[in-house]
C-alpha cells in the first residue's frame, strides 16, 4: 500500500482531542495545526479514521500543497499534481474552495481554474478529447488557500462525520455529535459510573456517552464517499469494520440518564437512540432539573443548556443556572460540566468552576464548566 497523508479536520478547541483518537488507533506521525491534523499513514488509515474518530469532522487527502500568488501558477502547479493517481477517467470531481490572507482571493475563481488545471491533466492521463463524462464515484476536490499556500485536497468522508446515521430528527438547535463525543472525552467518566445529561434534547450527549462506554464505532451506520472508490481496496473496508465489529462491546451495561422538560424532547431521544441501536441501553425521563434526586455516588453530569441568547429568555435562563447549582453542590461526589455561552454562568450556580475551557458550539463561543465531585475511596486489594 502506498503511503498517503490525510487530513482530519477539527473545530477549533478539539484538535488535541482528535490527535489523540488518532494516536489511540495506532498512529503515530501525527503534527497537530489550527483546525487540523495530519497524519502519515498507508490506505487502510481512510477507513480506520473514518469509522473511528468520534470528534473530527472530514477526512480528506492531501494531493498537494504550493505557493500560489498568480492564476497561472496556480493553474500549472495544479495540473503538475499526480491526480490520475486518485480520479478514475469518469470519476464526478466538483470543486469547493475557501481563501484566508491571501492574494488569490475571488473563491470562485479559484475554483474554476482548478478545474480547468484538472480536467486538462486527466485529459493527458487518459489521452482523452472533449468532455471527460463524470458519471462515475464522487470525489470532492478543496483548495484552501492560506496565506498564499494553496493545498489541494480531496474528501474522503461524504457527508461530515459528526452525521452518524441515528439522529433523523432532532430539535432547533441540535448539539452536534463531534462536540458531544469531545464534552465527553474532556471528563474522566468511565462506563461504571453513573452518568446523566439534564438537557438531553433529542438525546445526542446520552447515545455518544453509551457509544464511547461500549467501544462502538461511530461511524458504523453509515456510508462515506470513499467506499466507492475504484483505486480504494474494498478488503480495506471489509477488514475496518470487521475490526471494529470485533471491538464493540455491545452488551456492557450502562446506567445512563437523559431528562428534559419537554416530554416531546423524551419521544424524539427513545427515537433517536433507537436507531442506534441502544434503545435497551439509555433511560429518559421527563423531568425539571430541580426536581432530580439521586441516591447514586460519583456520577457524572454533562448538559448543553439553553444559553439564554435571546433577550426572552434571559430570566428562565438565570433561574435555571440556579437551579443547576442547588441540587448539583448538593451531591458533592458528582462531577458536573456544563457549555454555555452565559459569562455569568459560575456566578449564578453559585460556585466558581474547577476548570473551564474555551470551546465553540459552531460560531458561538462558549465555555465548558467543570465542577469535579469527590474522587471515590480508593479500592483495597488483598495480597
Request: proline share 4%; hydrophobic share 40%.
Amino acid at each position: 500500500m502506498k503511503p498517503i497523508t490525510l487530513i482530519a479536520t477539527a473545530a477549533m478547541g478539539l484538535e488535541a482531542i482528535v490527535a489523540n483518537e488518532v494516536r489511540q488507533l495506532g498512529y503515530e506521525n501525527v503534527t497537530v495545526e489550527n483546525g487540523k491534523i495530519i497524519v502519515e499513514a498507508d490506505e487502510s488509515a481512510i477507513p480506520r479514521l473514518n469509522l473511528w474518530l468520534r470528534t473530527a469532522d472530514r477526512i480528506k487527502i492531501k494531493i498537494g500543497g504550493f505557493k500560489a500568488l498568480s492564476f497561472e501558477e496556480l493553474f500549472e502547479k495544479t495540473k503538475a499534481l499526480p491526480w490520475g493517481d486518485y480520479l478514475p477517467e469518469n470519476a464526478e470531481f466538483p470543486v469547493i474552495g475557501r481563501s484566508v490572507k491571501s492574494k488569490l482571493f475571488s473563491v470562485s475563481d479559484c475554483q474554476a481554474i482548478v478545474k480547468k488545471a484538472i480536467v486538462e491533466n486527466m485529459k493527458e492521463t487518459y489521452n482523452v478529447e472533449g468532455w471527460l463524462p463524470e458519471s462515475g464515484a464522487f470525489y470532492r476536490v478543496e483548495v484552501a488557500l492560506h496565506k498564499d499556500i494553496a493545498t489541494l485536497t480531496i474528501d474522503t468522508s461524504g457527508e461530515a462525520l459528526h452525521k452518524r446515521g441515528y439522529r433523523y430528527l432532532h430539535n432547533e438547535a441540535p448539539l452536534k455529535e463531534t462536540l458531544a463525543a469531545a464534552l465527553i472525552q474532556l471528563t474522566n467518566w468511565k462506563a461504571d459510573r453513573p452518568f446523566l445529561d439534564p438537557f438531553c434534547g433529542s438525546g445526542t450527549i446520552p447515545i455518544e456517552a453509551a457509544m464511547i462506554a461500549k467501544n462502538i464505532a461511530p461511524g458504523l451506520n453509515r456510508e462515506f464517499a470513499s467506499e466507492n472508490w475504484s483505486w480504494l481496496d474494498k478488503k480495506l473496508w471489509y477488514t475496518a469494520v470487521e475490526e471494529a465489529h470485533d471491538l464493540a462491546n455491545f452488551d456492557l451495561p450502562v446506567d445512563i440518564l437523559g431528562t428534559d422538560i419537554d416530554h416531546k424532547m423524551i419521544e424524539l431521544s427513545e427515537n433517536n437512540a433507537a436507531e442506534a441501536g441502544l434503545e435497551d441501553s439509555l433511560r429518559f425521563k421527563q423531568m425539571q432539573v430541580k426536581d432530580f434526586t439521586t441516591k447514586s455516588q460519583y456520577g457524572y453530569a454533562i448538559g448543553n443548556p439553553p444559553y439564554g441568547e435571546r433577550l426572552n429568555e434571559r430570566d428562565y435562563v438565570e433561574r435555571l443556572y440556579r437551579d443547576l447549582g442547588e441540587v448539583f453542590r448538593a451531591n458533592e461526589t458528582w462531577s458536573f460540566y456544563i457549555l454555555t455561552s452565559y459569562e455569568k454562568f459560575e456566578a449564578l450556580y453559585g460556585k466558581p468552576a474547577s476548570k473551564k475551557r474555551k470551546l465553540y458550539n459552531g460560531d458561538l463561543k462558549c465555555h465548558y464548566y467543570q465542577y469535579f465531585g469527590k474522587k471515590p475511596p480508593r479500592r483495597h486489594v488483598d495480597v
